[in-house]
């Protein structure tokens, strides 16, 4: 589980749902950002075996931090911010695919 | 992001990556007039170094002082000039005719540039240790990204394990900020302090002398660190509870914990870098690819320049000032009579000082062999989960190389494509076949660098060729 | 090596180690000679398929033969290359196209051939449900299927290996000369001499017969493929198209292969290819208009790599017209992964009786004795 610190900037609130459970994040937030804040764990699971796994580089390189996004699948998530309306959806079942 | 520029079909110069090379040399090509396009993946400028400089909600000093802060200087100077920074932009492809494919929002574009400058960067070193996919396993970068871009830490209790520079700066930021770091399990390999002290005396006159010791004797006050750390293993249920380590006791000992942060120093990313052909070369000392560049960031292909810590890791201010000289580069081949070039000594003798120590840190902190060569049941390619028992059999069978790997058992096929696998993958074949990692090679590879839809592809333009020229199967 | 080898085999593709496979199960003592590694290039890279469907009619006495072959693959190498059977299908979405289907099954069976059939919609939604509605038929062969490349070729070179075969990589043929009834081959690491030798070397078999005085149209090309990240299965043949270029397969993993031989730009001398992303905007097109579930597939990778291609789009396989002890098997025109197995085999009776059981004449290097090189 990850906490924020205290923030006295004026970023904005943004709603979106997480795997349909309503969440409020900070403007500038990314996807995987919001999703360690929200301590569901795993975020996502190997293609290979199944296993747990969550964001782990959080620079785009590591490509654990995929997750559905809008309804479209492997989206990398620590490189996307999170938007009003966003619907992120963790991908803990083997070979999701896009709608 | 409804303010975005449009991508236009050319320019003179593209340069992929705003961090302090790509924004300090889009604001010298743009400065003088070329066409300049600044393209990165992120939603907002600064690279790594100054992650989420633009709208960070850390505006406590104590936490992240002027060497992070002083990277706003970038992107208000960037902003002063003409070129066009485009957000969200993710380059899967790069041509040697300066043909470069990028996605912004789900849409594939194509674009010309005269001349590209890639400023990609570093990533962390892979650190593969037995339970390093584990739910709360992480980078330290990952974790300073996090505290840079959102003001968000973890809770919880924090084991720090590796070396080098980076994990004693983010362990005292994090202390900064509050958090329970329990231990720094520092892996320095004694044997490096031999090699390095020959360039004691340059680390010594180097910008970073005074703030290293001084964050790492903070830290030492603050928290528990353990050296000589020889072995690591993350531990858990479904996520970490435990990290076990050997130290020079000699005993294996456990450590209860929430978040285990890795580091082992940063190398280039060098997948654009390659897929377009560029020539690199494995550097012994930071046991890393490294592109073939000249004094401006000039590669073996024309038109394509690299600058900053894809070109070799120097870090930020170096990576400022070779940014500004490929700029000056790139100015000077499209348009010899430019004026308003920034001061190119100067910015050399910046540099040289910038440079100064890091040849100390490269030796000092370069892994310990146990940590590059890791054990048998050690998970070495994450996204296909091939452990470094199997990839020494594939070897054994013929697989000379990590090519032939990858067809045998898709190591480095999987969507990082080698980012967290190649360079292990390269040691490893090395050590079982007793030749050096020059003569093993890289991964093979190709665009794209990014995953691309096919409902992307599908929506570039044709041309006409296109359909023609096609083999009767 | 310690024995004079009896044939010396140029290039380390599919078709080299098949011969030299082949030779050694006869007893003959085979030297082979690849500039880079086994499995390399063409043979190493491609999209894998194992089909008779389709062929020129040359080819198919040979196909057929190979694909037996295949089908017992484990037995023939110790290794089963991944060989999965699920049949090959080739859609037609028109009238049309359907016609000219029909027209091909008619001629392949008044040849003697049975392995291509005609289907209807109805059993094409069975076996492909997941193809685009208008899609009205196809062209099946039932027991096609595909395999792993290089797998394959590192198999065939094991087995080779075993028998007695030597095989020496990262050398490259630079000059070859008669010299009796011995031929010197000059490579980057030494003379090798045989009194027999096979012209496997690809993509660069013409600068090999050139040196034999018997120059060939050869054309070098980098045919693109891409593959995507897993994705739940839903097809299991390998799939064509009638009307638009296309190979399409996915495997058990979920990734799914598309290639349909769109060009990239190929530099057979540093061993590099660019791809062509237009022309993969195409491919793209035709593997969505098929199987719309594709749109949201992620290509991953996309690669081509450096094969020869005839201007008839057939191989060369036979003796040489102009040097004696000199044999050919190349210009496989981004077709040969699956008729390999043969290929070896008609080789090695080629060479050792002079003769073979299977027609080979319409493939011979006859064919461009009045031709110069392009």
Redesign the interface.
Known sequence: MFRRLPDKTDAGVVNFTINGEPRVGRRGDTVAAVLLLSAISPTRVSAVSGEPRAPYCMMGVCFECLVTINDIGNRQGCLIEVTNGMRIKTQTTRREAGA | MSTQPEIKAAYDVAIVGAGPAGLAAAAVTAGCGLTTVLLD????AGG?VYR?IE?T???DPK?LDRDYTDGHDLVLDLKETAAEFVR?A?VW?L??DG?I?VSVN?HAH?LRAKHTILATGA??RPFPIPGW???????V???Q???K????????RIVMAGCGPLLWLCAYQLLQ??CTVQAILDTTDAGQHHASMRHAAGFALSPYVAKGVKLMAAVRRRTRVISGVTQLAAIGD??LQTVSYIAKSGNLERMET?YLLLHHGVIP?VNLAMSV?IDHTWDEVQGCWTPTVDNFGTTTVPGIAIAGDGAGIAGAWAAQYRGRLAGIAAVRTINPNATGLPDELAIRRDLAHAMRGRTFLDHLYRPARAFRLPADDTIVC????ITSKQIRETVA?????PN?LK??L?CG?????G??CGTTVTEIIADARKVSPQDVGYY?L???V??????E???????D???K????? | MTKRPDVIVIGGGIQGCSTALHLSLRGVQVLLIEKDYIGRHASGVNAGGVRRLGRHLSEVPLSVASMEIWHSIQDLVDDDCGFESHGQIKVAETEAEHSLQRARVDQTRLLGFTHEELIGQDELRDLVPAIAPHCIGAIICRTDGAAMPYRTALAFKRKAESLGATFLEGGRVDDLKRVGQTWHVATSNGTHEAPVVVNCAGAWADRIAAKLGEPVPLEVIAPMLMITARMPAFVKPVIGAQGRTLSFKQYENGTVLIGGGYRGRPNRDTNWTDLDFSKLADNAKTATALFPIMKTAEIVRAWAGIEARMPDDIPVIGPSTTAEGVFHAFGFSAHGFQLGPAVGRVMAELITTGATNIPIEGLGMQRFQNVRAA
């Open positions: 993946e992120n939603p907002g790594q989420g709208t909600p850390v505006r936490i969200s993710v492809s041509a040697r043909e494919g789900g194509m990533m962390e996919t584990l739910p709360g396993v992480m980078t970068g990952g974790a990204t996090l505290l871009s959102s003001g968000i830490v973890p809770e919880g900020a509050g479904g996520k929430d990313n052909g994450r996204c296909e989960e069978l013929g697989a000379q190389g032939q067809s045998f898709r096929m999987g969507p990082c494509q980012r967290l093979r190709r665009p794209p990014k995953p691309i839809t096919l409902a592809l599908a929506g570039l333009p044709q041309t060729d296109a359909a020229a096609v083999v009767r199967l």
